[in-house]
Protein backbone atom coordinates (compact mmCIF):
# COMPACT_ATOMS: atom_id res chain seq x y z
CA UNK A 1 0.00 0.00 0.00
CA UNK A 2 1.33 3.34 -1.01
CA UNK A 3 1.60 6.40 1.06
CA UNK A 4 -2.23 8.13 -0.53
CA UNK A 5 -3.46 4.93 -0.27
CA UNK A 6 -2.85 4.69 3.57
CA UNK A 7 -4.00 8.80 3.67
CA UNK A 8 -7.15 7.92 2.35
CA UNK A 9 -8.18 4.81 4.49
CA UNK A 10 -6.86 6.43 7.24
CA UNK A 11 -9.60 9.44 6.51
CA UNK A 12 -12.44 7.14 5.62
CA UNK A 13 -11.73 4.76 9.07
CA UNK A 14 -11.72 7.94 10.98
CA UNK A 15 -14.51 9.69 8.90
CA UNK A 16 -16.40 6.74 9.58
CA UNK A 17 -15.63 5.46 12.91
CA UNK A 18 -16.57 9.66 13.98
CA UNK A 19 -19.88 9.00 12.93
CA UNK A 20 -19.77 5.40 14.72
CA UNK A 21 -19.06 7.31 17.63
CA UNK A 22 -21.73 10.18 17.67
CA UNK A 23 -24.25 8.59 19.78
CA UNK A 24 -21.60 7.68 22.66
CA UNK A 25 -20.01 11.23 22.60
CA UNK A 26 -23.30 12.30 23.06
CA UNK A 27 -24.08 10.41 26.30
CA UNK A 28 -21.09 10.71 27.78
CA UNK A 29 -20.98 14.22 27.50
CA UNK A 30 -24.16 15.06 28.51
CA UNK A 31 -23.92 12.66 31.97
CA UNK A 32 -20.28 13.74 31.77
CA UNK A 33 -21.66 17.42 32.61
CA UNK A 34 -24.25 16.12 35.27
CA UNK A 35 -22.15 14.00 37.41
CA UNK A 36 -19.94 16.78 37.35
CA UNK A 37 -21.86 18.87 39.07
CA UNK A 38 -23.69 16.37 41.51
CA UNK A 39 -22.68 18.46 44.68
CA UNK A 40 -25.20 21.52 43.06
CA UNK A 41 -28.01 19.09 42.16
CA UNK A 42 -29.26 15.20 41.95
CA UNK A 43 -28.18 14.70 38.00
CA UNK A 44 -30.21 10.97 38.53
CA UNK A 45 -33.76 12.43 40.62
CA UNK A 46 -35.82 15.51 41.29
CA UNK A 47 -37.92 15.96 44.16
CA UNK A 48 -41.41 17.40 44.16
CA UNK A 49 -41.86 18.83 47.62
CA UNK A 50 -45.96 19.99 49.09
CA UNK A 51 -47.19 21.79 52.06
CA UNK A 52 -50.87 21.56 53.01
CA UNK A 53 -52.71 22.73 56.06
CA UNK A 54 -55.36 20.39 56.92
CA UNK A 55 -58.26 20.04 59.57
CA UNK A 56 -57.96 17.72 62.05
CA UNK A 57 -60.16 16.07 64.36
CA UNK A 58 -59.23 14.75 67.42
CA UNK A 59 -61.11 11.03 66.83
CA UNK A 60 -58.63 10.94 64.00
CA UNK A 61 -56.92 7.55 64.04
CA UNK A 62 -54.02 6.56 61.95
CA UNK A 63 -55.87 5.18 59.19
CA UNK A 64 -57.70 8.31 59.05
CA UNK A 65 -54.68 10.65 58.95
CA UNK A 66 -53.65 8.39 56.15
CA UNK A 67 -57.25 9.05 54.11
CA UNK A 68 -56.61 12.67 54.90
CA UNK A 69 -53.07 12.43 52.90
CA UNK A 70 -53.79 10.23 50.19
CA UNK A 71 -56.99 12.82 49.54
CA UNK A 72 -54.98 16.09 49.35
CA UNK A 73 -52.08 15.10 47.65
CA UNK A 74 -54.44 12.90 45.09
CA UNK A 75 -52.80 9.54 45.91
CA UNK A 76 -54.38 6.68 44.53
CA UNK A 77 -51.91 3.75 45.54
CA UNK A 78 -52.04 2.00 48.92
CA UNK A 79 -49.76 3.33 51.76
CA UNK A 80 -46.71 0.94 51.99
CA UNK A 81 -46.50 1.69 55.76
CA UNK A 82 -46.35 4.36 58.12
CA UNK A 83 -45.14 5.04 61.87
CA UNK A 84 -45.22 7.75 64.28
CA UNK A 85 -41.53 8.88 64.48
CA UNK A 86 -42.35 11.06 67.58
CA UNK A 87 -46.18 11.83 68.92
CA UNK A 88 -46.25 14.50 67.00
CA UNK A 89 -44.91 13.49 63.50
CA UNK A 90 -46.53 10.41 61.38
CA UNK A 91 -44.74 9.32 58.48
CA UNK A 92 -46.70 7.63 55.84
CA UNK A 93 -44.50 5.72 53.21
CA UNK A 94 -46.50 5.60 49.46
CA UNK A 95 -44.97 3.68 46.21
CA UNK A 96 -42.64 5.09 43.84
CA UNK A 97 -40.49 6.57 46.93
CA UNK A 98 -42.94 9.16 48.05
CA UNK A 99 -43.21 10.18 51.49
CA UNK A 100 -46.30 12.30 53.56
CA UNK A 101 -45.32 13.53 56.96
CA UNK A 102 -48.09 14.46 58.91
CA UNK A 103 -47.04 17.55 61.64
CA UNK A 104 -50.01 16.91 64.13
CA UNK A 105 -49.17 20.53 66.16
CA UNK A 106 -49.29 22.70 62.91
CA UNK A 107 -52.02 20.49 61.45
CA UNK A 108 -49.56 20.42 58.34
CA UNK A 109 -48.96 17.48 55.76
CA UNK A 110 -45.81 17.25 53.97
CA UNK A 111 -45.46 15.78 50.62
CA UNK A 112 -41.81 14.24 49.04
CA UNK A 113 -41.85 12.50 46.25
CA UNK A 114 -38.65 11.36 44.19
CA UNK A 115 -38.88 11.25 40.30
CA UNK A 116 -36.48 9.80 38.62
CA UNK A 117 -34.67 11.95 35.46
CA UNK A 118 -35.57 9.65 32.86
CA UNK A 119 -32.98 9.89 30.01
CA UNK A 120 -30.29 11.10 32.47
CA UNK A 121 -30.43 8.48 34.53
CA UNK A 122 -29.89 6.17 32.02
CA UNK A 123 -27.18 7.99 30.92
CA UNK A 124 -25.76 8.77 34.33
CA UNK A 125 -26.28 4.61 35.00
CA UNK A 126 -23.59 4.04 31.84
CA UNK A 127 -21.50 6.56 32.14
CA UNK A 128 -20.42 5.16 35.62
CA UNK A 129 -20.81 1.51 34.95
CA UNK A 130 -23.89 0.23 36.85
CA UNK A 131 -25.08 -2.47 33.73
CA UNK A 132 -21.81 -4.06 33.80
CA UNK A 133 -22.10 -6.95 31.54
CA UNK A 134 -21.56 -6.43 27.67
CA UNK A 135 -21.97 -2.94 28.48
CA UNK A 136 -18.16 -2.96 29.26
CA UNK A 137 -17.30 -4.62 26.01
CA UNK A 138 -18.93 -1.83 24.28
CA UNK A 139 -17.75 1.13 26.47
CA UNK A 140 -14.41 -0.62 26.03
CA UNK A 141 -15.00 -0.35 21.98
CA UNK A 142 -15.94 3.18 22.18
CA UNK A 143 -12.46 3.75 24.06
CA UNK A 144 -10.64 2.50 21.58
CA UNK A 145 -12.43 4.30 18.68
CA UNK A 146 -11.38 7.52 20.56
CA UNK A 147 -7.81 6.63 21.01
CA UNK A 148 -8.11 5.79 16.94
CA UNK A 149 -9.74 9.18 16.60
CA UNK A 150 -7.36 11.15 18.43
CA UNK A 151 -3.73 9.68 17.09
CA UNK A 152 -5.77 9.10 13.11
CA UNK A 153 -6.56 12.78 13.70
CA UNK A 154 -2.59 13.22 14.00
CA UNK A 155 -2.26 12.68 10.33
CA UNK A 156 -5.04 13.99 8.70
CA UNK A 157 -3.64 17.65 7.97
CA UNK A 158 0.03 17.89 6.40
CA UNK A 159 1.70 21.43 6.57
CA UNK A 160 1.22 24.54 8.85
CA UNK A 161 -2.48 23.54 9.95
CA UNK A 162 -1.39 20.26 10.61
CA UNK A 163 0.63 18.83 13.60
CA UNK A 164 3.93 19.92 12.75
CA UNK A 165 2.33 23.87 13.29
CA UNK A 166 -0.72 24.54 14.64
CA UNK A 167 -2.39 21.37 15.26
CA UNK A 168 0.58 20.57 17.01
CA UNK A 169 0.07 23.20 19.38
CA UNK A 170 -3.35 22.54 19.97
CA UNK A 171 -2.16 19.02 20.90
CA UNK A 172 0.28 19.82 23.16
CA UNK A 173 -2.16 22.52 24.71
CA UNK A 174 -5.08 20.06 24.86
CA UNK A 175 -2.57 17.47 26.59
CA UNK A 176 -1.26 20.06 28.93
CA UNK A 177 -4.55 20.95 30.44
CA UNK A 178 -5.36 17.36 32.25
CA UNK A 179 -1.48 17.26 33.15
CA UNK A 180 -1.20 20.52 34.77
CA UNK A 181 -4.17 18.77 36.73
CA UNK A 182 -2.41 15.92 37.90
CA UNK A 183 0.67 17.82 38.23
CA UNK A 184 -1.38 20.38 40.92
CA UNK A 185 -3.92 17.83 42.56
CA UNK A 186 -2.48 14.29 42.69
Known sequence: MNKKSLFLLNRALHRDIGYLSIGFTILFALSGLALNHRDDWNPNYSFVHKKEKIQIDKSFQDNDYIEK??????????EKG??????????IFFPH???????KDQKTL?????????FLRAFNGLHVNEVK???????DIYSIFLLYLALSAIFMIKGSKGIKGRGGILAL????????FIWNFF
Open 69 to 78: AKEVFHIQEK
Open 82 to 91: AFWSSPNQLK
Open 97 to 103: DTTVTLM
Open 110 to 118: FYESLKPRL
Open 133 to 139: SYWIVAS
Open 173 to 180: VGLSVPLF
